[in-house]
């Protein structure tokens, strides 16, 4: 075909969804993953809570690591107050630029920032290089042996601050290595692990895990 599955979503998106509404770039995503082809999107049951995390917090600034299509980048954004913003990094360059068309099409250019790097590197320049002084969410959802490598990192830059929510996907299917046991082994973070189905099916299920930093800052 010549073309990627991400490309093949982009051009449904750009050809059913409503150009500048948010809603209907994710309903129409996930008709697309149930109806043409799957695809990793957080997708209806892990973005209610992602959208509830978002309602309940009013984070100023959020950080996404594994941005994947842009699919979880257009949920938390959309609901972010007007100076609230979003950095979302994604190492994959197809898929950046796949998500950075999602980001635009959804109209929320000016709340999200999609960056095509390594997670490891981005994380020690967010202070200097991207303004930031704290994280009040930060969403794991990329390779999962790096949750644990980059949850370290995001403490050692001292990114969080008391209330700060870490919120993690995947923590059944495919698994953190070494993630559950360190966050909820640490005393700085009260866990809440959720069962959900695992992304369009419904005979699957998968565990999203949320973590309140109550450590010291
Ligand atoms: O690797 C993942 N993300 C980082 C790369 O962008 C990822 C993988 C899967 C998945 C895929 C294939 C399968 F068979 C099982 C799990 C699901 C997800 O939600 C994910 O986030
Ligand atoms: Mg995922």
């Known amino acids: 075909k010549g073309t990627t599955r991400e490309q093949r979503a982009l051009k449904y998106l750009k050809e059913h969804a ?8 994710l309903e129409t995503f996930d008709e697309f993953c149930r109806t043409q082809e799957w695809a990793m999107n957080a997708a209806e049951e892990k973005g209610d809570i992602l959208d509830e995390i978002v309602r309940e917090l009013r984070p100023t600034t959020c950080l996404e690591l594994g941005t994947y299509c842009g699919y979880s980048a257009v949920r938390i954004a959309r609901q972010l107050s007007p100076s609230a913003r979003l950095i979302t990094v994604e190492v994959n360059p197809d898929y950046a630029a796949v998500a950075r068309e999602v980001v635009k099409l959804a109209g929320l250019q000016d709340k999200i920032e999609v960056i095509n790097v390594d997670s490891g590197d981005v994380i020690r320049e967010l202070k200097d290089k991207y303004d930031v002084t704290k994280l009040d969410l930060v969403f ?9 490598r980059d949850i370290k990192l995001i403490e050692e830059e001292k990114l969080l601050k008391k209330g700060s929510v870490v919120f993690a996907d995947n923590v059944i299917i495919p698994g953190a290595p070494g993630y559950l046991e360190y966050i909820r082994g ?11 189905h695992f992304e369009y099916m419904d005979d699957m299920k998968d565990g999203v895990e949320k973590s309140v930093y109550i450590g010291d800052e």
């Open 18 to 25: 409503r150009e500048g509404d948010p809603d209907s770039v």
């Open 140 to 148: 794991l959802d990329h390779w999962k042996y790096l949750y644990i």
């Open 186 to 196: 640490s005393k700085n973070y009260n866990s809440t692990f959720y069962s959900v």
